[in-house]
C-alpha cells in the first residue's frame, strides 16, 4: 500500500511539473504571459531545489528507497522509457528557453 501511495503522489508531482516547463515553453515561445506562467516558473523552480537538495534525485525517490530498504528504478505509475538518460536536460533546456522568452516578452 505504502508504494502505492508513493507512486500517486510521484507520478501526479511529475506530471504537474511535466506540465508546468511545457507551459512555460509556450508561453515564452508565444508571448501569452499571464499568472499561469509565472506559477509554473515557480513550481519547477521549486522542484529544481529539491532536485538540488536530492543531488540529483527527487526527495519522494530517496525517502521511498529508505522506507523500502530497496533501490527503486521507478517509484510512479509512468513507464520507465519516460525516464530516458538525460531527460533532465532537455526539460531543463525547454523550461531555461521559455522562461527567457517569457522575461523578453514581458
Same mark, same amino acid.
Given at each position: 500500500?505504502?508504494?502505492?501511495?508513493?507512486?500517486? @503522489?510521484?507520478?501526479?508531482?511529475?506530471?504537474?511539473?511535466? @506540465?508546468?516547463?511545457?507551459?512555460? %515553453?509556450?508561453? #515564452?515561445?508565444?508571448?501569452?504571459?499571464?499568472?499561469?506562467?509565472?506559477?509554473?516558473?515557480?513550481?519547477? @523552480?521549486? &522542484?529544481?531545489?529539491?532536485?538540488?537538495? #536530492?543531488?540529483?534525485?527527487?526527495?519522494?525517490?530517496?525517502?521511498?528507497?529508505?522506507?523500502?530498504? &530497496?533501490?527503486?528504478?521507478?517509484?510512479?505509475?509512468?513507464?520507465?522509457?519516460?525516464?530516458?538518460?538525460?531527460?533532465?536536460?532537455? %526539460?531543463?533546456?525547454? %523550461?531555461?528557453? #521559455?522562461?527567457?522568452?517569457? @522575461?523578453?516578452?514581458?
Amino acid at each position: 500500500m505504502f508504494m502505492k501511495v508513493i507512486k500517486l @503522489v510521484h507520478t501526479c508531482i511529475w506530471m504537474l511539473m511535466s @506540465v508546468s516547463v511545457l507551459y512555460v %515553453f509556450y508561453s #515564452g515561445i508565444t508571448g501569452r504571459v499571464n499568472l499561469w506562467s509565472w506559477i509554473g516558473v515557480f513550481l519547477v @523552480v521549486i &522542484e529544481g531545489l529539491a532536485l538540488v537538495l #536530492g543531488k540529483g534525485d527527487c526527495p519522494i525517490h530517496i525517502y521511498a528507497q529508505q522506507k523500502t530498504g &530497496e533501490k527503486i528504478l521507478n517509484d510512479t505509475f509512468l513507464p520507465q522509457w519516460i525516464f530516458f538518460k538525460g531527460y533532465k536536460i532537455v %526539460f531543463s533546456a525547454f %523550461f531555461l528557453i #521559455g522562461w527567457l522568452m517569457m @522575461v523578453i516578452n514581458s
